[in-house]
């Protein structure tokens, strides 16, 4: 495994990473998008994987130190993520342009042509 592919996953990761801020309704948690394994809440949170997610993936700087392998699972269970906040619309256009479409493409080329 080299650097750049690395390097790519991050950049992958972050954009992810917006996305699914963007999709919790933090201001209905109490923790502010911070999965809390004591709260009950936290358990039965709607939110529950998105915020899991996030939860570990929370400092840039551990993210860092991940491997490569673990990043691309974080990139997987993303994809997943942004392929279903798509609607058919988007799936359909071969060449849709929009960033979520760039992604999927970017995110399917890095995490398959290696
Ligand atoms: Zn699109």
Request: proline letters at 4%.
């Amino acid at each position: 495994m080299t650097a750049p592919v690395k390097s790519q996953l991050l950049e992958l990761y972050e954009f992810a990473r917006k996305r699914i801020i963007q999709s919790m309704e933090l201001r209905h948690c109490p923790h502010a998008g911070f999965y809390n394994p004591t709260d009950d809440q936290c358990l039965f949170c709607h939110q529950g994987m998105e915020c899991v997610w996030m939860n570990h993936n929370d400092e840039l700087v551990s993210v860092e130190e991940k491997s490569v392998e673990e990043l691309r699972q974080q990139v997987l269970i993303a994809e997943d993520f942004i392929r279903s906040s798509l609607t058919p619309y988007h799936l359909s256009r071969r060449k849709c342009q929009c960033e979520n479409c760039l992604w999927l493409r970017k995110a399917q080329e890095v995490l398959r042509g290696e």
